[in-house]
T-cell receptor
């Protein structure tokens, strides 16, 4: 099925370890996003990429880096994980050229930093 | 950026119509109103989007008054499977404004048998 695919689905890291969360979409969307969701909270935007080759900071970018590898793929990297980064991470995409279709989200990566 | 205010939680029973109202007093001229649904352990799912008056699709209806300072998501005849968190978002996703959609805490709808 067409959509947004995130890997891995679950991950446990030790403080100070690094890892990259992968995201790929097959809807030919221009824009991609990374959000985090903490318990009982809404989603907060970490970084986004309006189009291939561009990235911009969102509301909570500290401690993260991103790479828009190509039009399909947008990765999120934690260079030195901290317990405060324990969260569920969602990747999303949108066509970026209009308003009709909203965002399509992946199923999330549940990350625990111990 | 326009902020939204919606109830933290709502309870309903199967078969009832549920209306969730969202306030967005500072909505801008170019902003659209979008609603998302999120089930536990899943990403949000787009439900409906509108600019003014009424929009209806197979899932819900969205009512937007002329002043656009609020909107109401209407779910007809809810079932247990409609138990989820519903988010109201206001923003302009056109052109260079991507990424400016802000998710609040949403409304947690609990549907009981």
């Amino acid at each position: 099925n067409a959509g947004v695919t995130q890997t891995p689905k679950f991950q446990v890291l030790k403080t100070g370890q690094s890892m990259t969360l992968q995201c790929a979409q097959d809807m030919n969307h221009n824009s991609m996003y990374w959000y985090r969701q903490d318990p009982g909270m809404g989603l907060r935007l970490i970084y986004y990429s309006a189009s291939e080759g561009t990235t911009d900071k969102g509301e909570v970018p500290n401690g993260y880096n991103v790479s828009r590898l190509n039009k399909r793929e947008f990765s999120l990297r934690l260079e030195s994980a901290a317990p405060s980064q324990t969260s569920v991470y969602f990747c999303a995409s949108s066509d970026g050229s209009g308003r009709s279709y909203g965002y399509t989200f992946g199923s999330g990566t549940r990350l625990t930093v111990v | 950026l326009a902020k939204t205010t919606q109830p933290i939680s709502m309870d309903s029973y199967e078969g009832q119509e549920v209306n969730i109202t969202c306030s967005h007093n500072n909505i801008a001229t170019n902003d659209y109103i979008t609603w998302y649904q999120q089930f536990p352990s899943q990403g949000p799912r787009f439900i409906i989007q509108g600019y003014k008056t009424k929009v209806t699709n197979e899932v819900a209806s969205l009512f937007i008054p002329a002043d656009r300072k609020s909107s109401t998501l209407s779910l007809p005849r809810v079932s247990l499977s409609d138990t989820a968190v519903y988010y109201c978002l206001v923003g302009d996703t056109y052109g260079g404004s991507q990424g400016n959609l802000i998710f609040g805490k949403g409304t947690k709808l609990s549907v009981k048998p």
